[in-house]
Structures are given as structure tokens and as C-alpha cells.
């Protein structure tokens, strides 16, 4: 069974910095892909970063990029997100998600997604 | 990159209504789209895939039809557990979600 456990989340001030992790069983790490997405309170949901199955790729939303950094350990089944200079807008409840690769390996899609570890950026 | 758009953003139905979502890219997308269920206070579930292929363990009242530019998402006859927001997704872009409720 497929199982992803995020944690990490919690409150911070604006400007600060927290480290998210995500866990994963039930499947090989190491050949998927993998993303975080987020939802602000009450409002929909929103990629921020993905890595590829080595880690040797990453990809950022404009939102994120410079700010966040995503990295994985295959030895430990285990995704990161590093998160610098939060902002307000950054407070939401941020997902790990296994992505499925299809189309020539052009496009992807979220087959399994973790609880959600939640963000509060606030003084 | 590429823009999402659902419609409508909210809607109001019957038990047992025919309920139709629709979501445009703007820019072709062959088939590259996948549809995600999120009930009140819990984590988004894929629905479909490839606009069209149900994902395992998902009622067959669910279906995903288009190609190109529009699709749609259409539950045959809806149900109380059917409450929820839907989101169709490509690539890394996420639609902004239909909220359906029962009337």
C-alpha cells in the first residue's frame, strides 16, 4: 500500500525559514517522480515544485523559485521541501504527491497523495 | 503556460442528476488531462486520467471525455458522497475547481 507522511509544518514568521519532509512507502521511491503541491485555506490547489526520480531535475512555480528548494533521499524513501523567506501568501496546507508520467514522459499526473502538513506564515 | 479554465465554478444538483464539469486548456493538450476529486477536509483523489481512463476502485457513474482543448467531467447520476470540489489538471497547471453540492 502506498503511503506518503508528511511533516515539518507549522507556524513561522515572515521571513523565516522550515524545512518540510515526506515519507514514502508501498512503492520504489527512486523511479517516480515526485511533487509538492498546496492549498491556501479555502482555495484551490496549486503546484509549487517537483523533482525527478534521481533528484538530478527539479522545477519550481514563479512563485516559489529562488525561495524554495526541493530535494529527495532515495537511501530514505524521503522527499524535502526547504522554505526561505516565507511570505504570508505562502500559508497553506502543503501536499507531497507520487506523479505518474505519460506522454512521452512530457506530462504527469498525481496518483497518490499524502495528508498534508499545514503552513502558517504569520507575526 | 498553459491556463486551465473550468466551468461553472459552483453548481447545485439533485440526487441522481445527470452532473456535467468542463474544462478548457489554453492550448492543445491531446489527451493530457486527469480530473481530481476533493471531498470537504480531505486529500485530493485522481478520478481519471488520459480524459478518459477511470482511475482503479472509482464508480463507474464518473466519465472523462475531450481531446485538444475541451473536456469534460460528467457524473452519470449523483450522490450524496459526491460532494466535493473537482479540479482537472495538465502538466503543473490545476484548473480553479467546481464546488458540487446537492440541491
Known amino acids: 500500500e502506498v503511503q506518503l507522511l508528511e511533516s515539518g509544518g507549522g507556524l513561522v514568521q515572515p521571513g523565516g525559514s522550515l524545512r518540510l519532509s515526506c515519507a514514502a512507502s508501498g512503492f520504489t521511491f527512486s523511479s517516480y517522480a515526485m511533487s509538492w503541491v498546496r492549498q491556501a485555506p479555502g482555495k484551490g490547489l496549486e503546484w509549487v515544485s517537483a523533482i525527478s526520480g534521481r533528484g538530478g531535475s527539479t522545477y519550481y512555480a514563479d512563485s516559489v523559485k529562488g525561495r524554495f528548494t526541493i530535494s529527495r533521499d532515495n537511501s530514505k524513501n524521503t522527499l524535502y521541501l526547504q522554505m526561505n523567506s516565507l511570505r504570508a501568501e505562502d500559508t497553506a496546507v502543503y501536499y507531497c504527491a507520487k506523479e505518474v508520467r505519460y506522454g512521452g514522459n512530457s506530462v504527469q499526473y498525481f496518483d497518490y497523495w499524502g495528508q498534508g502538513t499545514l503552513v502558517t506564515v504569520s507575526s | 503556460d498553459i491556463q486551465m479554465t473550468q466551468s461553472p465554478s459552483s453548481l447545485s444538483a439533485s440526487v441522481g442528476d445527470r452532473v456535467t464539469i468542463t474544462c478548457r486548456a489554453s492550448q492543445g493538450i491531446s489527451n493530457y488531462l486527469a480530473w481530481y476529486q476533493q471531498k470537504p477536509g480531505k486529500v485530493p483523489k485522481l478520478l481519471i486520467y488520459?480524459?478518459?481512463t477511470l482511475q482503479s476502485g472509482v464508480p463507474s457513474r464518473f466519465s472523462g471525455s475531450g481531446s485538444g482543448t475541451d473536456f469534460t467531467l460528467t457524473i452519470s447520476s449523483l450522490q450524496p458522497e459526491d460532494v466535493a470540489s473537482y479540479y482537472c489538471?495538465?502538466?503543473?497547471?490545476f484548473g480553479q475547481g467546481t464546488k458540487v453540492e446537492i440541491k
Open positions: 488520459a480524459a478518459s
Open positions: 489538471q495538465t502538466s503543473w497547471t
